[in-house]
Structures are given as C-alpha cells and as structure tokens.
C-alpha cells in the first residue's frame, strides 16, 4: 500500500499538491503528465534556469491540449486576419497570453529561440501579457509557434474577437498634450518672473517686452493643440444641445487668451499667458488622472471573446478547419471533447454531455441524445459530437442576444451633476460680469473691458472640473486598489446612487471553482469513506473530483480493475471491497424524485448504500454581506437553477426579496429593464455570458472574475470575487465622492471670490492670477487626495 | 505697435539674449526626449525591462556542449 509520506508533495513544475509521487524525472516530482512533460522539454533545451528565477513557476498542464487543435492556422484566410506584419523574411504577430505572471514567464518566452529556431524575437509586454513574435515563415510556421508555446505551457488565448476587430491600440493623445502643455508652462512662468516684479527697478523694460513676446509664442502650441481637447467636447457638447462643463471652460480659456494678445500688442502688460497655460495643464493632468485605463483588463467583451476562432466542418469525411463567419447553415461541425459549441445545431453523432453554465447559469451539466437540439455557447464535456447547424453563428440563441436594440444602442446614461452644478455656476458669473460691466460703464467706461474680461478668467469652472476629476481620478485609484476596476469615473456616481441590488446566483454568490458533496443514505465507515474517495480520485470528472476533494488529498488506496464507462460512471476494487459510482442506471438504484447531474450514486459490493448530492459552495463572507445589504437596498436573485435552494437563499437574502430561477438571459435582461421602468437605479452583479445581457442594460454592472486571468462580459466593472463582501465599504466610498467634490469646490469657491474682489475693480495684476491659479489647483489636487484616502479608512 | 527698442541695441542684453536661446533649446530638447519617450513605449510596461536586465544573457555557444549526449536534443545549435 503506498501511502505518501506526512509531508505534502508539490509538483516542481506549478507548485500544486501531487496525489501521488508516481510521476517523476530524476529528483523532481510532478502533479500531472502534461507538467512532467514540459519540464523534459525545458530540461532537454537548457532552459531551467526557468525553475531557479521563481520557485515552481509554471502553470498545471492537467487539460492536455488536443493535437490539431491549432490546425486552423494553417489556413491563409484566418492567418491573414491575425498576423500584423509580413514580407518576403519575416512575420510579426502579437499573442494574448492569459498566463504570463511572472519573470520565469518573461524569460522563458523571449528565449524561445531556443526552442524554435525559426523564431527571431519575442517581445514580452507583461502589463497587458501579451507577446509580440518576429518569425521567418520558410523555417516554421504560425501554427508551428503556437504548438511550441502550448507545448510549454503558455497557450495563446486565440477567439473570434481577434478575427472581427483590430484591438484599439493605447490612447497616447493625451500625453503628447500634456507634454507640450507642461513644457510650455513651465517655460512661461519662468520668463513671467521678471514681469512679476516690474514694479520695482531691477528689472529692464526691454527685457521684459522680449519676455512678453517669447510668451506669446509659447502659448501658441498650448491653445492651439494641448487645449484642443476642451475645445472638442465643448463644441460637440453645443452640437448636442447640451451645455457641458467644457462650455465655460472654453469660453474662460479663448477670454484669456484674447486679453492676453490685446494686452502685448497694445503694450498695457504681459496678459494671462502663465495662468492659461497652467490651468490646461493641471485641467489635462486630471482628465488623464481620470481616464486611466487598466490595461490588463477589457470591458467590452462580448460572446466573440469567448467563442474560437475556428472549428472543425467535416466535408466528405475530412475535417477541415473553419472560421466561424464562413459556417454555413446544414455544415457538420466536429466538436471536440471541452470545446465550445459554436452554433445552434442537431446533434447527429455521439453522446452530448453539454455544460451550458456559460449561457444559462445552470452549473449542472445536460445529457443530450442524437436528433436533440444543442445551442451554441454550450461546452460539449465528454468526448466528441458531430453536430449539423440549423442557425449560423451570429443568428444563434445566445448570439441572438446581441442583436437586440437595447443591446445595440444603451441608452445613454444620466449626465453628471458636475455638468449641472457648472451651469448654475456660468450663470452666476455672467450676471456678475454684467453687473461689472454696467457698473464701469457708469462710472469709468475704459475699465469695462478689463474688469469683464478678468471676471471671466477668474471665475472660469475650471477648479469645479479639477476638483471632479482629480477626485474621481484618486477613488478610481482607491477602488482598483482593493480590486474592484471601474470602467470610468461617471459609473462611480451612478454607484452611488443605486437603490437596487441583483445577484446572480452561481459563480456570483457561489463559487466556481469550490462544491460540496454531501452524503445522503446508509451511513459509511471510516474505511468505506476512503474507499469511495479513492476510487473518485481516479476520474478526472469534475462530480467525481469534488467527491475526492472532500476527503483532503492524502492515503489514497491502490484501487485496481478500475473502469470508467463515459457519460454513465467509474467502478473499481479497493481493498476487497467492489464499488460503483455513477449515475443512478449504472448502480442499479432506484430513481430519486429531485435526481439530476449533480447527484452520484454510491454502490458497495453491489450494494446501494446512498449518493452525494454535490452543489456549489457560496462564497465566504455572503450571508453576512447579504444581511447587511438587506438594510438598506432592495435585493433581487436570478438564477439560472433550478429552485431546490430556495428556502435557504430566501433566509439569505431576506424575506422581501425577489428570488427567480430558471432564468434565461433573455429573462434576466427584461426583468432589469422592468425595474428601471419601475423608476429603480439598478446595480447588477454577475458573472458569466449568460448576465452579459443584464450586466450591460443595469445602470452599473459588475462582474465577478475568480481572479485577473478570467474573463469577464461587457461591464462597468470588474471586480475580484473575494473582495465581494467589501460591497456596502465600495459603495459607501462612491457616496463619499459627490461629497468630496462639493467641499473641494467651496474651497476653491474661496479663491475664486478673492480674484473676483481684484477684478471686478479691474486691478486683477498677473501677479495675482499667477498666484491664485496654481494655489488652487494644487490644493485641490491635495484636499481631494486626503478626503479621499480618509473616506476609504473611514 | 513701435517697433520694441530691444532690436535696436540689443547688444547690451546680448548675454541673457543667448542665455534665453539655450534655455528654449534645453526644453525643446527635452520635450522632444519625451515624446519620443511615449511613442517608443517605454511607460507602457514597467515590469519586462526591469526584469529583462537581470538575464544573464548566456551566449548561444554554451547551450549545447560538445558533450552533449542527448539523443533527443532539439536544440538549434546542438553539434551532435
């Protein structure tokens, strides 16, 4: 009998728990065939200096890879789509590669010349974890660098997306803006200081005229280019018949800049080139601040990334591979075991074991028989099928989902209170300006066209815009901190105001990855338990996984005359004793009322002694973030389950909760819109494709992903499962941030009140502006940090 | 608008004059270094190239060594 030693073994190539220690090379032991195997082929390469940079660096290899599974790339139509560069010597193609994360990874990939010497260079971009190769096509082939990088372990992530559309390439714009802006900025304020003190007598009249000019001439690239930007969505926001905050902003920028050429050429001062300068630039730091981008992250997927890219059409007995768009209705498709079943199609070969957790959100596998209907989005789980389509790709059931008009063209969401508050405030500073104006026109009417044209500087919103988007900027930065990744600052204000909470059931407030299996029936000794659990550890079917699982990974007995007879069960002898596991037909039980796919009958010695009734585990914390949620917001569970849980998600979520099972998507998207129709500002959390409908019409959806490799449906963000229970905490912290803006504002107001003294008088000296201007953005730019990091502490 | 008086006896200021010019030089100079900075990358990934510099780089030659006595040796340089 071998039981393994006390200590656990861990596999030398990812690091996870060995059951046995029966596959080996040399000193090293390993938890599977497929991590066994890379490391030969690292071993016989010389590359295994990839083990000494991390310890245990790799990435399980459990799920071999089929063979030809990347025949497809020998086909020109699809390579052509792919590939970004190629002339007479070389391709260059660039890889998305979910499992790069460390620098073992990186090494190991930029040495993969090694490997394939028709490879020229690999180029590793670790942020976004993809891998740009330079290869000569008369050496090797893009199926060729594919199989090697599959074959130690980085599979390139290769989807229907990559066929339909160029990846947007990273937005530099703004950059280059405010490099010019700053440069020129800076610049200005150092040519300003002499003009400063032109009062007193160190400085040279002439001097200063030089500086004047050479001003001009600095702040002709920040208006004419770095501010374009504001100039843009001013001009588009009129177009729309809707008056933005870049409005005024705008018209306080081209203000300034007209004062400050009238005041050179005619020689009565310096102008306002410094504080033009300096609030574009600080205006712009902020909108970068706030646009921040994650790049390892997409929000706008949608099913194209996660169907391939091809599948198998068989055509006179042969199979050949086939890009999704070119399937035709009445084509047969050969599904591979664990791949995705592209169209709706009848099954006319094989026996279906079809998981549809993706477009239903029911977790439990469905046996279909030939002459039954499959639909696309399904993940064909044991063996091979042949299916005939009766729809293409893009008309089929879950596609079709896409094709809806509120899919297609959202409407367009609630425009910030900032746009609002920055109204009221124009207004108020032209009635100001007027007042001025008329005031001097009695008075002294030369002073009129200083005093107005300084009271429009002064009072630009632009400490409002700063004050939103540095704010919005450090709460983005705060929530990404604790891994919730919004897609932009307007859905933190829609956060904040949500009244309704809906939950997705599995994946959502259960767990993907980790299932229970509870025994029911005759009660089992210690020895019979090992037995069974042994016996389960054989299979690699994920029932008979979970069963195993729940008994913790050591003392496995030696099980012999082992059989699995697919779709039906696993038998085996174990010590003396004969067991059977499996469906209720292969141990001969009698049929159970609520039987499905998640139970496993248990046979000893011919005997039925019971069955597991395997479920999902909800996650940790989420009776008590249900129970705190409750208090405040309306919760609503849809489910794609059936309803066997009810009672006990309805002690979860509270007894005036809406809980609805076996939801389609279809289903889940028209009961978003039936809230909202109902005047509710709905927050959505789901996972899975089968939300993806829901997730996009809800006023904020959030999807879950079990960590950063996963991925996730079209969204307003993305947040990482364990940090679920932190909900009430992220929305809390989106509340503070209206708040946080409106005090910052005040502040500013203040400054913005003692410039106006100066220049409703007309005595408004650039001095003063060039002190005011930069006093306040900075100290907004700080009282908006430290309100920010003490709304995430309290 | 006069024609500013500087032009006519500039040379007195003709030290700041210059002074001036370097400085513009020196921005410009360094505004170019920045955007050619962004457009080559180098902000976009912070973790490869700080990495990268810490392969030993081992020359190509000593990948496979004469004694290399591994039937099934795939490598490109491999003498045996």
């Not at chain 1, 970068?288 to 006179?316: H, M, N, W």
């Not at chain 1, 035709?328 to 079943?341: A, F």
């Not at chain 2, 500013?4 to 010019?21: H, Q």
């Amino acid at each position: 009998m071998a039981t393994l030693s006390d200590v656990q073994l861990l596999c030398d190539h990812c690091g996870e728990t060995c059951t046995d220690n029966s596959i080996t090379n040399g000193d090293k032991y390993f938890c599977c065939q497929g991590c066994k195997l890379v490391y030969e082929i690292l071993n016989e390469n010389d590359l295994c200096e990839y083990y000494s940079l991390n310890n245990k660096p790799g990435v399980a290899q459990r799920i071999p890879v089929r063979k030809d599974k990347f025949a497809f790339l020998d086909d020109e139509k699809i390579q052509q789509q792919l590939l970004q560069f190629r002339d007479d010597q070389q391709t260059h193609v660039t890889f998305y590669i979910p499992y790069i994360h460390c620098s073992s990874c990186l090494w190991l990939l930029e040495n993969l010349h090694r490997l394939d010497p028709g490879v020229q260079k690999v180029t590793v971009n670790f942020t976004r974890k993809e891998a740009q190769v330079v290869f000569r096509q008369s050496q090797t082939s893009l199926r060729k660098v594919v199989e090697t990088l599959t074959s130690i372990g980085y599979e390139p992530y290769i989807s229907l997306e990559d066929l339909q559309q160029k990846k947007p390439r990273v937005q530099r714009d703004l950059i280059y803006r405010i490099g010019v802006a700053g440069c020129c900025f800076g610049n200005i304020m150092l040519l300003s200081f002499p003009e400063y003190f032109s009062g007193h007598s160190y400085s040279d009249p002439k001097l200063n005229l030089l500086f004047r000019y050479l001003n001009l001439l600095l702040s002709l690239p920040v208006f004419f280019y770095s501010a374009q930007v504001f100039f843009r969505s001013a001009w588009s926001s009129l177009k729309a018949g809707f008056l933005n905050i870049d409005v005024p902003i705008v018209l306080a920028i081209i203000v300034t800049f007209v004062r400050s050429l009238s005041d050179v050429f005619s020689g009565h001062g310096a102008g306002y080139f410094d504080s033009m300068t300096g609030i574009v630039f600080f205006m712009l730091a902020g909108r970068i601040l706030q646009e921040k981008t994650y790049q390892g992250l997409s929000f706008d997927r949608d099913y194209t990334a996660y169907f391939p890219i091809a599948v198998s059409v068989i055509k006179a007995g042969k199979e050949i591979p086939t890009a999704l768009p070119d399937i035709k209705i009445n084509d047969s498709l050969l599904i591979h075991n664990d791949e995705l079943i592209p169209a709706d199609g009848i099954l006319i070969k094989g026996h279906a074991v079809v998981d549809y957790s993706f477009v239903t959100g029911e977790s439990l596998p469905v046996r279909k028989s030939v002459g039954e209907i499959v639909y696309a989005g399904g993940k064909q789980l044991e063996g091979n099928i042949e299916i005939m389509t009766i729809k293409e790709v893009a008309q089929s059931y879950l596609t079709s989902l896409w094709n809806r008009e509120e899919i297609k063209n959202p409407v367009a969401k609630e425009a910030s209170f900032i746009h609002l508050l920055s109204r009221y405030f124009t207004w108020v500073v032209l009635w100001i300006a007027v007042i001025t104006a008329t005031y001097w026109w009695v008075y002294e009417p030369a002073r009129i066209w200083p005093a107005v044209t300084a009271v429009l500087i002064i009072a630009c919103p632009c400490a409002l815009l700063l004050a939103a988007s540095f704010t919005n900027g450090h709460i983005l930065r705060i929530l990404s901190r604790h891994r919730l990744y919004l897609r932009n600052a307007a859905a933190i204000e829609r956060l904040a105001r949500i009244n309704h909470i809906v939950f997705d059931k599995t994946g959502t407030l259960t767990s993907k990855t980790i299932s229970t299996a509870n025994y029911i029936g005759l009660p089992l000794t210690p020895d019979q338990t090992a037995a069974v659990a042994s016996l389960a550890a054989q299979s690699s079917h994920p029932l008979s996984q979970s069963i195993a699982a729940n008994y913790g990974n050591n003392d496995r007995l030696p099980v012999r005359g082992f059989k699995s007879v697919t779709s039906q069960g696993i038998s085996g002898w174990v010590q003396e004793h004969f067991i059977e596991m499996g469906s209720a037909a292969f141990v001969d039980a009698p049929k159970l009322v609520t039987t499905d796919g998640s139970t496993v009958f248990v046979a000893i010695d011919g005997q039925v002694t019971g069955y597991y009734s395997i479920g999902n585990q909800f996650r940790e914390g989420m009776p008590v973030l249900l129970k705190q949620l409750q208090k405040k917001y309306a919760l609503s569970l849809l489910s794609g389950d059936n309803n066997r849980e009810m009672p006990y998600l309805r002690t979860l979520l509270g007894p005036s909760s809406t809980l609805l099972f076996t939801q389609q998507p279809q289903d889940k998207l028209n009961y978003i819109i039936q809230l909202q129709q109902q005047g509710n500002r709905v927050l959505m959390i789901g996972d899975g494709l089968n939300d993806a409908g829901a997730l996009k019409q809800s006023d904020v959806g959030i999807s879950i992903a079990e960590n950063s490799n996963n991925f996730t449906p079209a969204s307003d963000g993305i947040l990482e499962a364990a940090q679920l229970p932190q909900l009430p905490h992220f929305i809390k912290i989106c509340k503070a941030n209206k708040r946080i803006i409106i005090i910052s504002f005040i502040i500013s107001l203040i400054y913005n009140i003692t410039g106006l003294f100066f220049a409703v008088q007309g005595i408004l000296s650039p001095l003063t502006a060039a002190i005011l201007m930069p006093a306040s953005s900075i100290s907004i730019v700080l009282i908006t940090y430290g309100l920010s990091e003490w709304a995430d502490r309290h | 608008m006069t024609w500013p008086s500087f032009v006519i006896n500039y040379y007195t200021m003709s030290v700041i004059i210059i002074l001036l010019g370097a400085s513009l030089l020196v921005a410009l100079f360094f505004l170019a270094a920045f955007i050619w900075s962004v457009k080559n990358g180098q902000f976009e990934d912070s973790f490869s190239p700080a990495h990268r510099v810490l392969f030993e780089d081992k020359p190509a030659v000593h990948i496979c060594k004469k004694s290399c006595d591994n039937k099934n040796c795939k490598s490109a340089i491999c003498k045996n």
